[in-house]
């Protein structure tokens, strides 16, 4: 045993926990010390088939997390890819990340010929302790998964994760969200996202349940689960707020993704007694980087432990054990850091004097208008705190004068009514920000926008969405 090596979280959770509830799906529960074997047999069974990167291309699933710590006994590379992905990127990304095999969740998922299929069925319900593997030991710097970036400029590239820079960040996530035995954080997010690789860790170092959903809707599963802990976008809390506010009866600390949170949305969660947090992350640094109270400020918390931040030219630049490995080219890991260190995020943001992280939106979403410069982030923070807005997202649209124009899509809150109109909303923006910043058209949301695009995780795909609304107009960014 070395510094770096160690039994896995999942197998030190088992013999601290043997007995509580690991995983649940429906009527179905896995205790640690269940799931724990079943890990070690699928362990072994890639090992023996000399698998050392494994794509998985399905929705969440109890095998895609057995799956998961399976790589993680093998020493295999965990290589989960969008269900939504069309089968000639799929094919192309197979190939780019030479996997070896790949699992498929789903009959409907189009296969990929030139590549070998594995299954789960090598680990039936009937094994024991006795004809199990026993428990080896694990480096825990080595890579252990890949994400997907979202590929906003050009490629997505292949982020590489160690399982020190997961516990890491659950480590630091437990200092202000804590979770114990018979708490369950509900598998929201798809496990091809870092927010939802971050829930099974979170769940692994404290003894709690991941709980996945099985249901069509959020609301259902809610219903059907009952979890304790959910991560959601302020627009999925808006809508659940107004059609089914009792199925969070069970719900006792919400993490949403950062920004102004609508005063009447918060003041909805605090008469349900939930903790709502606000966050700022991403997948170079493993989720979470800041943390803290959901607010109407739009002030996405502290720094958690483990992280480093700093701002330089207005950009954050981050650094600390959630740092990823780097990204996987075909012949090396690439780290691009600066030269004392720092990740440089592309993020605009300041912290106030108690510490708290403003995030202003991408540098790379920013456009001229008239000679000044505008922020989109900007905009949709102000737009979000009319009472009847429950996500805003503003794009440019050329101009002969301009340059550019900014223009703005909302989705509603569900008991809003019909939207605003455009001399409401004007006279709505004209105290929170300047009057070239104010959108010059509005149009409604697309509709199953969230699937339809791509989007996943705790924001939406900024790009798909822009151009989903353009063809639908017919109109040209």
């Given amino acids: 045993m070395t510094a770096s090596t160690a039994l896995s979280p999942l197998q030190q959770a088992a013999d601290r926990w043997p007995d509580a509830c690991a995983l649940r799906w429906g009527d179905t529960r896995l205790s640690y010390r269940e799931l724990a074997l079943k890990a070690r047999h699928i362990g072994a069974a890639l090992k023996q088939a000399g698998i050392k990167r494994l794509g998985v291309i399905g929705r969440n699933s109890p095998e895609q997390v057995l799956l998961y710590w399976g790589c993680v006994e093998a020493g295999s590379l965990f290589c989960p890819l969008s269900w939504r992905f069309p089968k000639a990127q799929l094919e192309k990304l197979a190939g780019r990340l030479e996997l070896d095999a790949i699992y498929y969740g789903d009959p409907q998922i189009p296969r990929l010929g030139a590549i070998d299929e594995f299954s789960v069925t090598a680990c039936p319900n009937t094994h024991t302790e006795t004809d199990t593997p026993e428990p080896g030991l694990i480096d825990w710097q080595a890579p252990v998964n890949l994400v997907l970036t979202s590929g906003s400029s050009g490629e997505p590239k292949a982020a590489l994760h160690s399982l020190a820079n997961y516990m890491a960040s659950a480590t630091g996530s437990a200092s202000l969200i804590p979770l114990k035995p018979g708490d369950s954080w509900l598998l929201s997010l798809p496990l091809f996202h870092i927010g939802g690789l971050a829930i099974l860790h979170r769940c692994v170092l404290e003894g709690a349940c991941v709980a996945i959903p099985t249901e069509r809707t959020l609301s259902d599963s809610l219903a059907q689960l009952k979890p304790t802990h959910v991560s959601l976008v302020a627009a999925q809390l808006s ?239």
């Fill in 239 to 477: 809508e659940l707020l107004g059609q089914a506010p009792e199925r969070l009866s069970s719900v006792k600390a919400l993490l949403l993704g950062g920004g102004a949170m609508p005063v009447s949305l918060l003041e909805s969660v605090k008469a349900l007694g939930i903790a709502a947090f606000s966050s700022y992350g991403m997948t170079e640094m493993s989720s979470q980087i800041t943390t803290g109270p959901a607010n109407s400020e739009g002030a996405s918390g502290t720094l958690l432990p483990g992280r480093q931040l700093r701002i330089e030219d207005g950009e954050i630049q981050v650094r600390g054990d959630t740092l990823f490995l780097g990204y996987l080219t075909p012949n090396s890991i690439e780290r691009p850091l600066t030269i004392d260190g720092w990740f440089a995020t592309r993020d605009k943001g300041h912290l106030d004097a108690d510490g708290r992280l403003f995030v202003a939106g991408r540098l790379d979403n920013m456009f001229v208008c008239g000679g000044e410069n505008l922020q989109p982030e900007e905009v949709e923070a102000a737009l979000c705190r009319h009472p009847a807005i429950a996500e805003a997202l503003v794009f440019a649209l050329a101009d002969a004068r301009f340059g550019n124009l900014p223009h703005a899509m909302l989705r509603l809150r569900q008991d809003s009514g019909t939207m605003p109109s455009q001399a409401e909303l004007d006279a709505f923006l004209a105290s929170h920000i300047a009057r070239f910043k104010r959108p010059r058209r509005y149009f409604a949301w697309p509709e199953n926008a969230w699937h339809e695009t791509g989007s996943s995780g705790l924001k939406p795909n900024r790009k798909a969405l822009i151009q989903a609304l353009l063809a639908r107009e017919g109109l040209k960014g």
